[in-house]
């Protein structure tokens, strides 16, 4: 995050960097001019809020309303201060902050030690202070030295350099997200709106190869020719005054579920039955579905894809986006890209090496993100701000968008009759009363629960048929949240290893939607000492009202697996909302 301000340049960095501290972490820091010109450097391997104490103790030179910031999500080098942000050419001149991967950050290193550069960090980032450093000591000009920069690296950057000595700000970006934006309180850039937009009403995204001046005339390169800025966006109204630091992210955004897939079924529920919600999209029929996403997005994916199959008889796919190269799109194949942020970095790649001319739709939780402008056609969920680190209620959001959307899919291609969705979206109309349901259940029970299973340091998962993505995200909540390992499976593949992980008193969580298979494979695992835990239809442990027809499966069960998750770890003294060596957007491959 960067400021250009008439002064308090570290309160508008403090306040900023707390909105932005989902994305990590591990350190932070500010650069902030001072009254004598020079720049004063304020870093941290604790969170944000320390950075406030910092620039408050501080005893030189009165600070200025110049500055840039940055919260850290370790990539290369240790968590320790002088790694982090802002990194510093040898004068002390330039400040820069970076959110990417330098890929040729190593040769660039020795290169520029051979040059006599002497290097304070184990990061990729400085690179990029010291290139700066030389290209300004032969052009002369800011703007123009990180241009020539940014063209000697491969990989992904927002950068924003800060020169101490005139006091130019300059900003990049390629393959990594960044805004700049004017108000009457200054100028602004952060790599989420969120960060700013209390304080702006409109911004300006930088695309690939853009390099811009922030200046109070903004001075946009694009591919190193002058370009007029691009048309501003609104800046959405911040509709939670809820801070990083607040430590209850994850328990309200868990509770705000159901108002969450209220306002999901209020936004389409009138589109889906008579196929006006994938008409609107303007995409050709298809024959097969692939999905694209990492993480519990990758679980929504599934869930989406398998009720794509059962309701309408065609094939689908799920491709982890990370591993996505080369794999093959067949003719009259829909690629469905889901991402809670929309600069998911695996993400976008798969996208950009699909083939071209190929139908992606987006579903996403921002209009104005980098996977969302990349695309040609983008469902936007309506679930609001979640920084909680652990996704939930985005989860319940995509699995109800795309339930919605393949309904109408399939209603509009003929294949599904609107009587039938009609019935269908009257299921889907009573979910929200069911996860409050559940949610009520689940507290009356998990006391004891967790009291059964503390000591336990491994877990396993299972479901049967639509229930597997569920045990799957259940799964991923306890690891993310406890350190515990939890494995999850299809139950009907106990037999073949994972019933040699159970022993006396391993816990087993069952996601039951009365498949009668599960009897045998709960049987199977009682046999070998293993403790049950069951979820779902009447008789389990944590009873859960699931709809015997609605497309998304035990969806309302997702809702116990996340309480069961956040309860256990706050009663191991875990910090629900900042897992270690996890961030809310993974924005690097």
């Not at 010109?37 to 320390?50: D, E, I, P």
């Not at 700049?180 to 989420?192: C, I, K, P, Q, T």
């Not at 391993?506 to 403790?531: K, Q």
């Amino acid at each position: 995050m960067a400021c250009r301000t008439t002064a308090g340049a570290a309160d508008y960095l403090v306040a900023g960097l707390t909105m932005l501290e989902y994305r990590g972490y591990d350190s932070a820091g500010l650069a902030v001019s001072a009254a004598d010109g020079s720049t004063a450097v304020f870093r941290t391997t604790q969170r944000v809020n320390a950075l406030h104490d910092l620039a408050k103790a501080w005893g030189g030179p009165s600070l200025g309303g110049i500055g840039i910031g940055h919260t850290r999500w370790a990539t290369h080098g240790g968590v320790r201060v002088a790694n982090a942000h802002p990194h510093q050419d040898c004068l002390r001149r330039l400040s820069v902050v970076h959110n990417g991967i330098i890929d040729n950050a190593p040769h660039l290193r020795a290169e520029l030690q051979q040059l006599g550069h002497v290097f304070q960090s184990d990061v990729d980032s400085e690179v990029i202070c010291h290139l700066v450093e030389d290209a300004l000591a032969t052009t002369g000009d800011l703007l123009e030295a990180v241009n020539r920069t940014v063209q000697q690296l491969t990989g992904s950057w927002a950068i924003v350099v800060l020169d101490g000595e005139t006091r130019r700000m300059v900003a990049a970006a390629h393959r990594s997200p960044l805004l700049v934006a004017h108000s009457d309180r200054g100028m602004f850039l952060a790599s989420d709106v969120s960060a700013i937009a209390d304080w702006v009403d409109e911004f300006h995204i930088l695309d690939d190869g853009d390099v811009v001046e922030v200046s109070d005339d903004l001075v946009w390169l694009r591919d190193g020719v002058a370009v007029d800025a691009p048309d501003p966006i609104a800046s959405p109204t911040q509709t939670s005054g809820r801070r990083l630091d607040a430590g209850d992210h994850m328990a309200s955004e868990i509770d705000e579920q159901p108002e969450a897939a209220a306002r999901v079924l209020n936004d389409i529920g009138s589109l889906i039955a008579n196929g006006a919600l994938w008409r609107g999209l303007g995409l050709p029929r298809f024959d097969r579905l692939r999905v694209v996403a990492c993480g519990t997005s990758l679980h929504a994916g599934q869930v989406i894809g398998a009720g794509l199959s059962k309701l309408g008889g065609l094939a689908h796919s799920v491709v982890v986006a990370s591993e996505a190269a080369g794999s093959v799109v067949e003719p009259g194949t829909l690629t469905l890209a889901i991402s809670q942020s929309g600069e998911t970095a695996d993400v976008l790649r798969a996208i950009e090496e699909s083939p071209p001319g190929a139908p992606v739709l987006a579903l996403v939780n921002n209009a104005h993100s980098t996977l969302a402008r990349k695309v040609g056609s983008v469902l936007v969920c309506p679930a609001g701000p979640e920084v909680g680190v652990a996704a939930t209620k985005t989860f319940v959001c995509q699995v109800l968008m795309g339930a919605g959307l393949v309904i109408s899919a399939l209603v509009a291609s003929g294949r599904m009759s609107q009587t039938t969705a009609r019935a269908l979206v009257d299921d889907l109309a009573q979910t929200p009363e069911r996860l409050a349901a559940a949610a009520d259940s689940a507290r009356l029970a998990l006391p004891g629960v967790i009291q059964d299973v503390r000591s336990a340091n491994g877990f396993i998962f299972l479901g049967r048929g639509a229930a597997v993505p569920y045990a799957a995200e259940g799964a991923l909540k306890l690891k993310e949240l406890t350190y515990r390992w939890a494995e999850a499976y299809p139950a009907g593949e106990l037999k073949h290893g994972p019933l040699a992980l159970v022993e006396d008193g391993t816990p087993v969580v069952v996601v039951d939607d009365a498949d009668p298979r599960l009897v045998g494979n709960i049987a199977e695992v009682s046999a070998r000492g293993g403790r049950i835990l069951t979820i779902g239809q009447p008789g389990s442990r944590i009873e859960v009202p699931l709809s015997k027809h609605s497309p998304c499966g035990p969806l309302e069960a997702v809702v116990p697996l996340q309480l069961l998750a956040l309860n256990l770890a706050a009663d191991l003294g875990f910090d629900v909302d900042k897992p270690r060596n996890l961030a809310k957007s993974v924005t690097v491959d």
